[in-house]
């Protein structure tokens, strides 16, 4: 198996195999110092790419110095991320073609007001490489204040407040369906940071025993 860095369409440089690859297959591990993620904080501060990749509890990160910082997201992934025995692997989750860029889904998440759009190209691209539960917990939050002023300046009369017009149980239970089943990353709070006072973008995998952080 051999891997070559160069240009992609994706984003600046990204990971190809050279070789076919199987479905399992463990490609590469992400590699560099292991440093605390205040540290990692500091050397970082004010800088607009970082590799750091979180591992555990979030309170470590490595700091990137190899073949797999340069593999790029898509929100149609060939690839995932596992961390086994403290070291983080690449992992192929199908058969790759020799020749195909490598590439997982970052699930970015906390990231404030960050944008990190995604240049992918896949058909069910969801145009930003934050996760879909953070897209979802942002239009929520975005929602709130309109809500409250809209509340304030339509209060119900008396008479009005006797005569619903939905029913809240059936509102609430609709509610619960929707979240059924969708389970936060485990470093979702644990691996959140702050770098001169704003949250960076936290990237996870999509399994709750694997987590992950980083910012393109």
């Known amino acids: 198996m051999g891997l070559i860095i160069r240009s992609s369409a994706i ?22 110092p292991l440093i605390d993620k205040d ?19 979030g309170t470590r990160v490595i700091d990137g110095h190899g073949t797999a910082m340069f593999i790029n997201h898509s929100c149609d992934a060939n690839c995932e991320t596992e961390e086994i025995d403290g ?4 992992m192929a989750i199908r058969d790759i073609a020799a020749g195909e860029e490598l590439c997982y889904d970052y699930c970015l998440y906390d990231g404030e007001e960050e944008e990190a759009p995604c240049n992918c190209g896949a058909t069910k691209c ?7 539960e953070e897209l979802a917990r942002r239009k929520r939050l975005a929602r709130k204040p309109k809500a409250k002023s809209a509340s304030a300046k339509t209060k119900k009369k008396p008479s009005e407040a006797r005569k619903p017009t939905t029913k809240p149980g059936l509102r609430k239970q609709a509610g619960l369906a929707k979240s059924k089943g969708k389970k936060k990353p485990a470093a979702t709070r644990a691996g959140k940071t702050a770098v001169g006072g704003k949250k960076q973008a936290v990237k996870s995998s999509k399994s709750s025993k694997k987590s992950s952080r980083r910012t393109r």
């Open 11 to 32: 984003h600046a440089a990204g990971c190809y195999t050279t070789s076919p690859l199987l479905n399992g297959t463990r490609v590469v591990e992400y590699t560099g």
């Open 39 to 57: 540290e990692g904080d500091r050397r970082y501060e004010g800088k607009p790419i970082t590799y750091l990749f979180g591992i555990g509890d």
């Open 87 to 90: 070291h983080v692997w690449i």
């Open 126 to 132: 969801r145009g930003s490489m934050f996760s879909a």
